[in-house]
């Protein structure tokens, strides 16, 4: 089976920086597109930033040019760097990827459990 796990959440005060971490592990033959996805209390699920195998990504309108998603293809790992950060950013942030298991036909979404970020003075 195939495992994604998070990590780098926690408190940050505004303005500071953060920097998540999304590891995939198991039957994996091929990762596609990766992304990550946050989801504040009594709101839906938004995307934050994805990127394709080749490095193209794209960003939610209100993170440009705060965030950096990039991939390590080698280590099945997506990150996600967010700085100056403000206290409407505070939500569960997901990863996704689109995984090709070796065996079995097809593509198919994998999600993290979430790691809770926190911005708050």
């Known amino acids: 089976q195939v495992q994604l796990v998070e990590s780098g959440g926690g408190l940050v005060q505004p303005g500071g920086s953060l920097r998540l971490s999304c590891a995939a592990s198991?039957?994996?033959?091929?990762?596609?597109?990766m992304g990550w996805y946050r989801q504040a209390p009594g709101k839906q699920r938004e995307l934050v930033a994805t990127?394709?195998?080749?490095?193209?990504?794209a960003y939610k309108d209100s993170v440009k040019g705060r965030s950096t998603i990039s991939r390590d293809n080698a280590k099945n790992t997506v990150y996600l760097e967010m700085n100056s950060l403000k206290p409407e950013d505070t939500a569960v942030y997901y990863c996704?990827?689109?995984?090709?298991?070796?065996?079995?036909?097809?593509?198919?979404?994998?999600w993290g459990q979430g790691t809770q970020v926190t911005v708050s003075s």
């Open positions: 996704k990827m689109q995984i090709v298991q070796i065996g079995r036909v097809g593509t198919y979404d994998y």
């Open positions: 198991g039957n994996i033959g091929n990762i596609y597109t």
């Open positions: 990127i394709t195998p080749d490095g193209r990504t």
